[in-house]
Structures are given as structure tokens and as C-alpha cells.
T-cell receptor, first 119, second 112 residues
Framework: KAGVTQTPRYLIKTRGQQVTLSCSPI?????VSWYQQTPGQGLQFLFE???????NKGNFPGRFSGRQFSNSRSEMNVSTLELGDSALYLC??????????????????FGPGTRLTVL | TQLLEQSPQFLSIQEGENLTVYCNSS?????LQWYRQEPGEGPVLLVT?????EVKKLKRLTFQFGDARKDSSLHITAAQPGDTGLYLC????????????FGQGTTLQVKP
């Protein structure tokens, strides 16, 4: 079974530009979560999508947005890039995405990430 | 606010030594997970602990979930250079939908 794939793996942008990152979940997984990882803040939750609906959102400005398609593939977009947006962006997929009371369907599997550098 | 605090943040040891990494919170978590991440890659799940007091073993790695489900530990016996990496503990956010809260991580370096 193929794992979670993310494209592109590396991206260099300049301040003010916008960027779109893509995530293809494991086949059959309907939940996709996005995280930002930086040395200072660690891994922080951005948002989660399930069946094309955003179910949960972290504390990030509105410049960060996402969507999910009918095939469960997801994209996230960052507009008006700032230097502080430089980070590793990770997506994770799971069958159900219900992280409250753990069941095996909740397990999140991470992709390799997209390394975004903003100059 | 749910927080997970890991200690130590950095650990550099010689091959063959034992080590323990701690993950603590003031909040109760229904489960905790441990991940290992290598540079440039995403975290890989090592184990999920669900029951208070639970102990799980994965070869030379032993994971424990505190009785009150507020803390967890990872113990590595006879560390090897292949154990080098970033170890992260994570627990589900209270919103119950696809959100994991992560500790800051412990960077482990095992020297041959």
C-alpha cells in the first residue's frame, strides 16, 4: 500500500508570493490533517479535512487555507508569504481522523513533508 | 490549553548506553503516541498507549503510560547509532477531530 505523498518536496518562494502544497493520502483514508513544523515552535496543527469538509482548525492566520477533493487529496495554500512561514509542512492521513478516544482507525500516517523556504 | 512537555530536549550518548525520555502534561489524555522522525522526513509512529499504567515493548524500546494518563516515558536499552533521531510524543486534542498535540521533541544522538 502506498504511503502518504506530498508534492513538491522542496519549494523556495519570496515574501509576498503565494504557494500551494499538495497531499495524497493513503488509499481509503478520508481524513487529512496538516501541520507546520519549525525549530522554535515544533509541530503545530493547521487544519483537518474529512470528506471535503474542514472539521477543525488551528490557531493560524487566514492566510493559511486548505481544501480537500472528492478523492481525498488535499491542498493547502499560503498567501502573502512571510519569512516566518519557512517551515516543514507535513500532512497526515487516517481512516477516520477521530483523535479523541483512540481506535486503530484514528492513527495518523505522515508524509515526508514539503520544505518551504521564504526569502 | 493542552500541552505536552518533553525532557530532555537533547541527548547525546555513546552506543550501548541506556536512556529515558519523558513526556509530561497537566492534562489527562485518552491516549499518547510516540513518533520518531529523521531529518527531512515525516514522523513515523512507534507506538500508541491507551490504558493508564500500560507498558509496551518494541525490541529495545519500552513505552509506559502513567496511571493517571498525564505522562509517558520512552526507555531505550543499549542504544545504537540507528536510534538517532527526533522522538516526539503526541496526544489527541480535545476537539476530537484529526488534531494531534505534539511535545517539543527530544533529539537523540547515539555515537558509535
Amino acid at each position: 500500500k502506498a504511503g502518504v505523498t506530498q508534492t513538491p518536496r522542496y519549494l523556495i518562494k519570496t515574501r509576498g508570493q503565494q504557494v500551494t502544497l499538495s497531499c495524497s493520502p493513503i488509499s481509503g483514508h478520508r481524513s487529512v490533517s496538516w501541520y507546520q513544523q519549525t525549530p522554535g515552535q515544533g509541530l503545530q496543527f493547521l487544519f483537518e479535512y474529512f470528506s471535503e469538509t474542514q472539521r477543525n482548525k488551528g490557531n493560524f492566520p487566514g492566510r493559511f487555507s486548505g481544501r480537500q477533493f472528492s478523492n481525498s487529496r488535499s491542498e493547502m495554500n499560503v498567501s502573502t508569504l512571510e519569512l516566518g512561514d519557512s517551515a516543514l509542512y507535513l500532512c497526515a492521513s487516517s481512516l477516520s481522523g477521530l483523535a479523541g478516544f483512540y481506535t486503530s482507525t484514528d492513527t495518523q500516517y505522515f508524509g515526508p513533508g514539503t520544505r518551504l523556504t521564504v526569502l | 490549553t493542552q500541552l505536552l512537555e518533553q525532557s530532555p530536549q537533547f541527548l547525546s550518548i555513546q552506543e550501548g548506553e541506556n536512556l529515558t525520555v519523558y513526556c509530561n502534561s497537566s492534562s489527562v489524555f485518552s491516549s499518547l503516541q510516540w513518533y520518531r522522525q529523521e531529518p527531512g522526513e515525516g514522523p513515523v509512529l512507534l507506538v500508541t498507549v491507551v490504558t493508564g499504567g500500560e507498558v509496551k515493548k518494541l525490541k529495545r524500546l519500552t513505552f509506559q503510560f502513567g496511571d493517571a494518563r498525564k505522562d509517558s516515558s520512552l526507555h531505550i536499552t543499549a542504544a545504537q547509532p540507528g536510534d538517532t533521531g527526533l522522538y516526539l510524543c503526541a496526544g489527541p486534542g480535545s476537539s476530537n477531530t484529526g488534531k494531534l498535540i505534539f511535545g517539543q521533541g527530544t533529539t537523540l544522538q547515539v555515537k558509535p
